[in-house]
């Protein structure tokens, strides 16, 4: 695999490019951070902002959060998953294909800084990374942590970090990708209705209802989110557990069958929640239907929005 | 007033002392992922960096409960509201830091002030004693030292405890301070210079401070009309986790849960990212995009806050937004381009 360094080089090359040939009046994509272990997006229109854009382990924000309603052309640096995610964006009339400009970036995971954080208590003001590590610097010592012992949960399980769906691959694509199993799924199965009540209750306990995680989500584009809505209000404004749980069940279930697990809501939520695991549920409950992925490619049409005279649907009378 | 010293084997029976009759307060966890608890003097550490998210919720809780009413006509009083009454029990803080005590000394003269008094804030905010922990090695998220402060920082404390090299410093800081002390039997000592020494080697670790000063002489109209606040606006999501987590973000949304026997009013945070905040009944919302949102929490902290505090500024610099925001929008660089006369192009 090309080094972070390369793919820093390519990814300002084709943003120039992209830029030049009228591609695109704008490109999204990543610029470093101002602490440690951290990137900002970043919205380049000049060839001298493209020198800002970089690639890094820290790249987890979803970029595609940003298109939907956006003017004009666009150009966004994308992973696997984020491609997915504007293949859906697009699919739901979010965004028009025409105006858009997709710059895929093989992927090889992102860092969760909670794993890093638990292997690495001492303070450091200072890191470096390569594709494959994390080097810490603090005052009297120098940590080099592994990458893959601290990937996101999501990454571990990613079965499509190539951006196949993009206009250009500033890389080659990642080889060796398994398909999923939803194994991190199985144990949650084996347990009662009750029990799987109280997991998601201790799961939530924490929730601050910010919305963080569905601010960073690309799918949550409503105008006005149920959450929101006060004529009527359908949802209780307090931290009461059944509002928060309501919230979440809700969330995961409108997003079934276009979740991408790109983690970008378990990335944004400050109390570390899992997220993700409302949507996974529902993502594999989409392949056992309907043997469906979302954002594979331009053409396949999201389940939950076609009808079938075939459909099973014995539900519908 | 002189200071006192607590050997550390001594720190359980100071602990028990001042919390005799009152409920321990200090924090409890893991590294950053600790918050202020109910404990006892056997768990309390002096371990940690600082709560994760602000202790703000000692005195204003996320959902706090403020009257209560009932609908049934053959019970006394239907539709009256009930005070729920303040659940304020008489406590004593250990190891806030100076960066939080600052700020919840900002929010507390928002809630208590010559205008009005906040009964519920009230109650709870003045019966904590607080006990500071000073940050001998400030961390890397923090810049008090930027924002007005210091790891030494007094503000809102009644006591500050420090970690001095006979054991546990403590410099009374209030009367209500000194008599906590003074009750707790302990011995005096003259630590003055070595606080003063202290104090200069962490505010030099935290390295040159950026200068926000100028941000107090620019003329308001000035600030406010810097087109850029658009680009800062590009980046937020506004997630408001930057508020949540805030020691002196005090805004909340009143709200009628019912039923159809009765009901409460309670409050709730609430945050001026979200378009929600300022939407009118008519559906016009005068802060209408992202842009005029976040100029909001960059003006009432660093403009608006400081010209009606005596120029404390609504932000103590404890870097909690900045670890958490999720696009690492980063309240260090927006005070410098505030400052800055001319802003450049966002870097
Ligand atoms: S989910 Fe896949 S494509 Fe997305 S960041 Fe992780 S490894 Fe990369
Ligand atoms: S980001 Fe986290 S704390 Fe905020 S609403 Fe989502 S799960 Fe709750
Ligand atoms: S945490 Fe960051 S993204 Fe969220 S509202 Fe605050 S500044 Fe915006
Ligand atoms: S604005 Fe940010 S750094 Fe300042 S006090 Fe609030 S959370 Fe802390």
């Known amino acids: 695999m090309p080094s972070l360094e390369e793919t820093t080089q390519k990814i300002r090359e084709t943003a120039k490019k992209a830029l030049a040939d009228g591609k695109a009046e704008v490109v999204i994509g990543y610029k470093k951070g101002t602490y440690p272990l951290s990137t900002a997006p970043f919205f380049a229109r000049t060839p001298e902002d493209c020198d800002q854009l970089i690639w890094s382990n820290f790249a987890r924000i979803n970029l595609?959060?940003?298109?939907?309603?956006?003017?004009?052309?666009?150009?966004?640096?994308?992973?696997?998953?984020?491609?997915?995610?504007?293949?859906?964006?697009?699919?739901?009339?979010?965004?028009?294909?025409?105006?858009?400009?997709?710059?895929?970036?093989?992927?090889t995971g992102m860092v969760d800084n909670n794993l890093i954080a638990a292997k690495e208590q001492r303070p450091y003001r200072d890191y470096s990374e390569t594709l494959d590590t994390i080097t810490l610097k603090g005052a009297d010592f120098s940590t080099e942590i592994k990458k893959e012992e601290v990937l996101r949960r999501n990454c571990r399980t990613c079965a499509n970090r190539t951006p196949k769906t993009a206009d250009e691959l500033v890389g080659p694509e990642v080889p060796g990708a398994q398909a999923d199993d939803f194994a991190d799924l199985k144990e949650l199965h084996s347990k009662s209705p009750e029990e799987r009540m109280e997991y998601f209750k201790d799961l939530i306990k924490d929730c601050l209802r910010c919305y963080a995680c569905r601010n960073a989500c690309p799918l949550c584009y409503c105008p006005v989110c149920f959450v929101d809505e006060t004529r009527p209000q359908w949802l209780g404004k307090s931290t009461d557990p059944m509002d928060t749980l309501t919230f979440h069940l809700l969330r995961g279930l409108h997003c079934a069958g276009r979740c991408t697990s790109c983690g970008a809501c378990e990335t944004a939520c400050p109390v570390n929640i899992k997220v993700r695991e409302f949507n996974r549920i529902t993502e594999e409950t989409v392949m056992d239907e309907w043997g469906y992925e979302a954002g594979l490619s331009w053409e396949q049409k999201p389940p939950l929005t076609v009808f079938q005279p075939d459909d099973e649907a014995s539900f519908i009378k | 007033m002189p200071e006192y010293i607590v050997e550390e084997n001594a720190l359980k029976d100071f602990l028990q002392s001042?919390?005799?009759?009152?409920?321990?307060?200090?924090?409890?966890?893991?590294?950053?992922?600790?918050?202020?608890?109910?404990?006892?003097?056997?768990?309390?550490?002096?371990?940690?960096?600082?709560?994760?998210?602000?202790?703000?919720?000692?005195?204003?809780?996320?959902?706090?409960?403020?009257?209560?009413?009932?609908?049934?006509?053959?019970?006394?009083?239907?539709?009256?509201?009930?005070?729920l009454g303040d659940k304020a029990k008489s406590a004593v803080v250990f190891g806030i830091r100076p960066c939080d005590a600052k700020g919840l000394s900002v929010s507390n003269k928002v809630f208590q002030n010559d205008r009005f008094t906040d009964p519920y804030w009230k109650g709870k905010y003045e019966s904590v004693i607080k006990v500071g922990l000073a940050c001998k090695d400030p961390f890397p998220q923090c810049f008090c030292v930027a924002m007005g402060g210091s790891p030494y920082g007094a503000t809102g404390l009644d006591v500050l405890a420090f970690p001095s090299e006979k054991g546990l410093g403590l410099k009374p800081i209030t009367d209500?301070?000194?008599?906590?002390?003074?009750?707790?039997?302990?011995?005096?000592?003259?630590?003055?210079?070595?606080?003063?020494?202290?104090?200069?080697?962490?505010?030099?670790?935290?390295?040159?401070?950026?200068?926000?000063?100028?941000?107090?002489?620019?003329?308001?109209?000035?600030?406010?009309q810097d087109p850029q606040w658009q680009s800062i606006a590009e980046n937020c999501l506004n997630c408001g986790v930057c508020t949540f987590i805030c020691p002196t973000c005090h805004c909340f949304d009143i709200q009628d849960e019912e039923n159809s026997e009765g009901g409460v009013r309670m409050r709730n945070w609430d945050t001026c990212m979200s378009w929600l905040f300022t939407v009118h009944g008519t559906g016009h919302n005068p802060r209408p995009s992202k842009t005029e949102r976040v100029r909001q929490r960059f003006m009432h902290k660093l403009k608006y806050i400081p010209m009606k505090q005596n120029g404390d500024r609504g932000c103590t610099g404890c870097g909690r937004c900045v670890v958490l925001c999720p696009v690492n929008i980063d309240i260090r660089s927006v005070a410098l381009r505030m400052s800055t006369l001319n802003m450049q192009k966002q870097a």
Request: charged share 25%; proline share 7%; with cysteine.
């Open chain 1, 64 to 107: 595609a959060n940003y298109l939907p309603g956006r003017p004009g052309k666009v150009a966004v640096v994308a992973k696997g998953c984020d491609a997915r995610s504007i293949v859906g964006q697009v699919a739901e009339n979010q965004f028009h294909k025409d105006n858009l400009y997709v710059i895929g970036v093989p992927c």
């Open chain 2, 18 to 83: 001042i919390s005799k009759g009152r409920v321990l307060l200090s924090p409890q966890g893991v590294g950053d992922k600790c918050q202020i608890t109910e404990t006892t003097p056997d768990k309390v550490t002096l371990n940690f960096t600082n709560t994760h998210i602000s202790p703000k919720t000692l005195f204003f809780p996320q959902t706090e409960w403020l009257m209560s009413f009932q609908k049934d006509h053959s019970k006394p009083h239907p539709y009256v509201y009930q005070d």
């Open chain 2, 176 to 224: 209500e301070g000194a008599k906590l002390l003074a009750e707790a039997n302990l011995k005096e000592a003259d630590l003055s210079s070595e606080l003063k020494s202290q104090e200069e080697a962490a505010i030099k670790a935290q390295g040159i401070p950026d200068d926000y000063s100028p941000i107090d002489h620019r003329g308001l109209l000035n600030l406010f």
